[in-house]
Protein backbone atom coordinates (compact mmCIF):
# COMPACT_ATOMS: atom_id res chain seq x y z
CA UNK A 1 0.00 0.00 0.00
CA UNK A 2 1.34 3.36 -0.87
CA UNK A 3 0.37 4.90 2.46
CA UNK A 4 3.47 3.26 4.03
CA UNK A 5 5.76 4.91 1.71
CA UNK A 6 4.30 8.39 2.14
CA UNK A 7 6.39 10.44 5.39
CA UNK A 8 5.83 12.74 7.47
CA UNK A 9 7.71 14.77 10.19
CA UNK A 10 8.03 17.95 12.03
CA UNK A 11 8.46 20.63 9.52
CA UNK A 12 10.69 22.97 12.16
CA UNK A 13 13.22 20.18 11.76
CA UNK A 14 12.73 18.64 8.30
CA UNK A 15 13.19 19.98 4.74
CA UNK A 16 10.76 18.53 2.62
CA UNK A 17 7.91 18.82 4.70
CA UNK A 18 4.97 20.16 3.03
CA UNK A 19 3.73 23.66 5.15
CA UNK A 20 0.42 24.69 4.62
CA UNK A 21 -0.42 28.46 5.34
CA UNK A 22 -3.75 30.03 5.77
CA UNK A 23 -6.16 30.79 7.98
CA UNK A 24 -7.65 28.59 10.42
CA UNK A 25 -11.28 29.40 10.11
CA UNK A 26 -13.10 31.06 7.33
CA UNK A 27 -17.13 32.23 6.14
CA UNK A 28 -18.50 29.83 3.89
CA UNK A 29 -17.61 30.73 0.56
CA UNK A 30 -15.05 33.31 1.10
CA UNK A 31 -11.98 33.37 -0.18
CA UNK A 32 -8.94 31.71 1.32
CA UNK A 33 -5.59 32.11 0.96
CA UNK A 34 -3.01 28.89 1.14
CA UNK A 35 0.60 29.02 0.88
CA UNK A 36 2.05 26.04 0.29
CA UNK A 37 5.71 26.02 1.29
CA UNK A 38 8.86 22.89 1.29
CA UNK A 39 11.61 23.91 3.47
CA UNK A 40 10.05 26.89 5.30
CA UNK A 41 12.29 26.17 8.24
CA UNK A 42 15.12 24.01 6.82
CA UNK A 43 16.04 25.18 3.36
CA UNK A 44 15.60 22.58 0.85
CA UNK A 45 18.25 22.23 -1.48
CA UNK A 46 16.67 23.37 -5.88
CA UNK A 47 19.28 21.29 -8.09
CA UNK A 48 19.28 18.97 -10.80
CA UNK A 49 20.18 16.09 -8.36
CA UNK A 50 18.27 16.83 -5.22
CA UNK A 51 14.74 19.10 -5.73
CA UNK A 52 11.09 18.97 -5.06
CA UNK A 53 9.59 17.74 -8.14
CA UNK A 54 5.90 18.73 -7.61
CA UNK A 55 3.47 19.82 -5.00
CA UNK A 56 -0.57 18.89 -4.68
CA UNK A 57 -3.18 20.33 -2.51
CA UNK A 58 -6.33 18.37 -1.93
CA UNK A 59 -9.52 19.10 0.55
CA UNK A 60 -11.34 16.55 2.21
CA UNK A 61 -14.72 17.72 3.15
CA UNK A 62 -15.20 17.21 7.69
CA UNK A 63 -17.30 13.34 7.54
CA UNK A 64 -16.67 12.39 4.63
CA UNK A 65 -13.69 10.02 2.28
CA UNK A 66 -13.22 11.70 -0.72
CA UNK A 67 -10.33 13.68 -1.98
CA UNK A 68 -10.79 16.81 -3.95
CA UNK A 69 -7.52 18.26 -5.38
CA UNK A 70 -7.07 21.76 -5.53
CA UNK A 71 -4.11 22.32 -7.24
CA UNK A 72 -1.17 20.51 -8.43
CA UNK A 73 2.13 22.33 -9.36
CA UNK A 74 4.92 20.64 -11.79
CA UNK A 75 8.42 22.19 -10.54
CA UNK A 76 10.51 21.98 -14.08
CA UNK A 77 13.57 24.42 -13.55
CA UNK A 78 16.18 23.04 -11.01
CA UNK A 79 19.02 25.28 -12.10
CA UNK A 80 18.50 24.51 -15.50
CA UNK A 81 20.89 26.13 -17.71
CA UNK A 82 22.20 26.42 -21.94
CA UNK A 83 26.11 25.29 -21.01
CA UNK A 84 28.25 24.02 -17.67
CA UNK A 85 27.90 27.04 -16.04
CA UNK A 86 24.36 25.94 -14.66
CA UNK A 87 22.13 27.83 -12.82
CA UNK A 88 20.36 30.44 -15.29
CA UNK A 89 16.72 28.97 -14.03
CA UNK A 90 15.41 28.01 -10.75
CA UNK A 91 11.73 27.34 -9.47
CA UNK A 92 10.78 27.86 -5.82
CA UNK A 93 9.55 24.75 -3.71
CA UNK A 94 6.28 26.53 -3.12
CA UNK A 95 2.76 26.66 -4.33
CA UNK A 96 0.02 30.09 -3.62
CA UNK A 97 -3.81 29.32 -4.36
CA UNK A 98 -7.10 31.00 -3.49
CA UNK A 99 -9.75 28.60 -3.06
CA UNK A 100 -13.39 29.13 -1.24
CA UNK A 101 -14.55 26.40 0.93
CA UNK A 102 -18.46 25.56 1.52
CA UNK A 103 -18.01 23.29 4.30
CA UNK A 104 -15.19 22.42 7.17
CA UNK A 105 -13.03 20.38 6.41
CA UNK A 106 -8.94 19.00 6.20
CA UNK A 107 -6.22 20.25 3.69
CA UNK A 108 -3.77 17.76 2.76
CA UNK A 109 -0.38 19.07 1.10
CA UNK A 110 2.02 16.18 -0.72
CA UNK A 111 5.25 17.00 -1.86
CA UNK A 112 7.49 14.73 -4.19
CA UNK A 113 11.14 14.84 -3.47
CA UNK A 114 13.04 12.80 -6.40
CA UNK A 115 15.85 11.25 -3.54
CA UNK A 116 13.75 11.60 -0.49
CA UNK A 117 10.18 10.28 -1.53
CA UNK A 118 6.50 11.86 -0.77
CA UNK A 119 5.70 14.05 1.58
CA UNK A 120 2.43 14.77 3.56
CA UNK A 121 1.21 17.49 6.07
CA UNK A 122 -2.75 18.46 6.90
CA UNK A 123 -4.07 21.55 8.02
CA UNK A 124 -7.55 21.67 8.99
CA UNK A 125 -9.94 24.26 8.35
CA UNK A 126 -13.14 25.51 10.06
CA UNK A 127 -15.88 27.02 8.18
CA UNK A 128 -19.08 29.14 9.61
Given amino acids: MLSEFVKTADWKNEKHVPVITCADAIPVNAPLEVTVTIGKSVA ?6 HHIAWIALHFVPAGTKTSFELARCDLSAHGASMDDAGGVAHTDSALDIHVRLAVPGTLYATAYCNLHGLWVSEKTIAVA
Fill in 44 to 49: HPNTPS
